[in-house]
């Protein structure tokens, strides 16, 4: 299967559309997971899996992303918080996954459900080949009638662990795996026009265009034991809804309301035409492995006329990488204005940088001939 044979979404646009759902994405933040002490809030888990069984035995396909591996070792680590130095989360992440993996089996196992430990990193989803590759494991396990549990491999992270967050990855696994739905869990209930506790906040039922948003004092603090926010929800679920997912925001106390298609927490519908799947994993999953600069023209012509990137607008590349892999594309004022696979290595793009498509083919070669990054592999963001 190839990166554009995914599995397409039923396109929900209503909440009470959201019970006919039969594949879901379902993530819950650490805070929702752990009790004040930094341990595993046992019976917290047990209920979100009691509530998540109720649809695995009506047939729909479940899969978990669980964060709190960092914050459910605090307590036996006897750390106070969550540490900032990347070493000590790394080995908090070590005792914490395997807590945690333990939790969800047992919480499972007591409905004769069994589970399985997934863990990501962001180069898993950049790769085309390993992107298939979690998509074909994730299917495996789903076909199998297991309930995949997925979480960001903050042991051998470095990146990830100071930037990432498992909202965004949640969208990504929706995505990858045609979700309809993808429900973000939190202590939050929803999303509200000022801080829940302002005077005056009123709950936002459902939002259709992220970008009247823009004036809403969301919040950007996570909690003390994880790294997400209202905004990397919000963007998360931007991320579903934009893929032919519907998403929706609330707090595991409303989780089965919100299965139901109650009027909880914040609703996103899915959108209308659904982005090309290849498009929509260079957009949203893929950070460039190096720069490309482009001139004036060659910039207007990639965002105007969505044409392929020639050589000869090319004026200078940043980094080192192979053919075949994500870039970012500049203009000249150094803005990133799009992303695409590159048909060259850094070193050939140098070789080319300036060159007529003519003057490459004498010059380097007949293959060299080809676009730098053809238009089908690019997208414009």
């Known amino acids: 299967m190839s990166i554009t044979e995914l599995r397409q979404p039923e396109r929900l646009t209503t909440r009470d559309s959201l019970p006919s759902a039969r594949r879901i994405v379902v993530k819950i933040g650490s805070s929702s997971l752990t009790d004040a002490h930094g341990h595993l809030d046992q019976d917290h888990i047990q209920q979100i899996a009691d509530t998540a069984v109720g649809l695995v035995e009506q047939g729909t396909e479940l899969v978990i992303v669980s964060s709190g591996a960092i914050a459910a070792a605090l307590g036996p680590l006897g750390l106070a918080e969550r540490p900032n130095a990347v070493s000590l989360q790394q080995a908090a992440a070590s005792v914490g996954q395997a807590l945690l993996a333990t939790a969800w089996q047992g919480a499972f196992a007591r409905h004769d459900r069994i589970t399985g430990q997934v863990l990501l990193t962001e180069s898993d989803v950049i790769r085309p080949q390993t992107y298939r ?109 934009t893929t032919g997912t519907a998403a929706l925001m609330t707090s595991t106390a409303q989780f089965a309301a919100a299965l139901a298609g109650q009027d909880v927490g914040t609703f996103f519908p899915a959108q209308h035409g659904r982005r090309r799947s290849r498009l929509v994993w260079l957009r949203f999953a893929t950070r460039g492995a190096g720069t490309v600069h482009l001139d004036e023209g060659a910039a207007h012509a990639v965002r105007s006329s969505r044409r392929s990137l020639l050589a000869v607008g090319i004026s200078r590349v940043e980094g080192t990488f192979p053919s075949g892999v994500p870039v970012d594309v500049a203009a000249p004022d150094g803005e990133i204005i799009a992303r695409g696979l590159t048909s060259f290595s850094s070193d050939e793009l140098r070789a080319m940088a300036g060159r007529s498509t003519d003057d490459a083919r004498e010059q380097l070669g007949e293959r060299f001939r080809r676009p730098a990054v053809h238009r089908d592999q690019l997208v414009v963001l």
């Open 133 to 241: 590759n979690v998509r074909t494991a994730l299917e495996a396990l789903l076909g199998l009638g297991t309930v995949p549990v997925v979480n960001e491999n903050d042991t051998t992270a470095t990146h990830e662990i100071r930037f990432g967050d498992n909202d965004r990855l949640a969208a990504l696994v929706a995505q990858l795996l045609g979700a309809d739905t993808l429900i973000l869990l939190t202590d939050v209930d929803a999303l509200y026009t000022a801080p829940p506790r302002e005077p005056g906040a009123e709950r936002i039922g459902q939002v259709d265009d992220v970008a009247r948003l823009a004036g809403v004092s969301i919040g950007s603090v996570g909690s003390k034991v994880g790294t997400g926010g209202m905004v990397t929800k919000l963007s998360a679920a931007q991320l579903a809804a």
